[in-house]
């Protein structure tokens, strides 16, 4: 996806300032006027997306291609919603072949969030001790795609704020070893130093490729970028590590 195709460039493009109101700030002012003027957020408003982060998986799954028809996909911290649309259309294939399989989108929140057509949606803390067996139990099964868009909130402190979005990415992952299928995939938002060393190396034992990628998507000063981890194999590990436990009994 181009930029040309996104911008519209070779056409006159007419730029929305926005003044600033009494009682709001600079900082304000200078968000809604890029908001207002970010062509991902004018294409997400006329393609019906809830926000310009559904390009962020479009582009993602375009390059790797985890979002197969028929995938179960598991979306944490789904609101406002625009994963979850991208991903009700490629697991059903939605207007390309109707005789392919049909998938599973279930989106989990800690908000209660509107609902989506070809989505199930949950109003759940992933972190609850039950949360894994409560997901599974509704897909009827293990996922193939488990995705995550989380960001702990911003606290101005870029060190606080990296290792709180270290955390959430952890959790995210843990939670992905037990409901992930076997050659499944986890996709999850990260700061620009990309996972920490110790998760790094983590992923990499647990699955068979594993990149971290800024898609085109994401604002250029933005620090996000997205690790893609695909081919799940932990059980096999696990399952190798305790067949070597009982030859050595």
């Not at 059903?92 to 989990?108: F, I, M, S, Y």
Request: proline share 4%; hydrophobic share 40%.
């Amino acid at each position: 996806m181009s930029d040309k195709n996104i911008s519209g460039r070779g056409q006159r493009e007419l730029r929305v300032r926005v003044k600033t109101a009494k009682g709001r700030k600079l900082s304000s002012t200078l968000w809604l006027e890029r908001q207002l003027n970010d062509p991902y957020v004018i294409r997400a408003r006329k393609e019906g997306y809830r926000g310009r982060a559904a390009y962020k998986i479009l582009e993602l799954d375009d390059r790797y291609g985890f979002l197969k028809p028929g995938a179960r996909v598991v979306d944490l911290g789904c609101a406002p919603g625009g994963w979850c649309q991208v991903a009700v259309v490629r697991v059903n294939a939605l207007g390309q072949n109707p005789k392919k399989p049909v998938g599973t989108v279930l989106g989990v929140d800690l908000q209660e969030v509107e609902p989506i057509p070809g989505a199930e949606l949950h109003q759940l803390d992933f972190l609850s001790d039950d949360a894994d067996a409560l997901v599974k139990g509704w897909l009827g099964g293990r996922a193939d795609v488990v995705m995550s868009d989380m960001a702990a909130a911003a606290s101005g402190h870029k060190a606080t704020d990296h290792l709180r979005i270290v955390a959430l990415i952890e959790a995210a992952l843990d939670f992905a070893f037990d409901v992930l299928e076997d050659g499944g995939t986890f996709v999850a938002k990260v700061l620009a130093g990309g996972a920490e060393n110790t998760m790094q190396a983590t992923l990499k034992k647990n699955f068979r490729k594993v990149a971290n990628v800024k898609p085109p998507a994401s604002r250029s000063d933005s620090s996000e970028k997205f690790v893609v981890a695909m081919g799940y194999r932990g059980r096999e590990l696990a399952a190798a590590a305790a067949a070597d436990d009982d030859a050595d009994e």
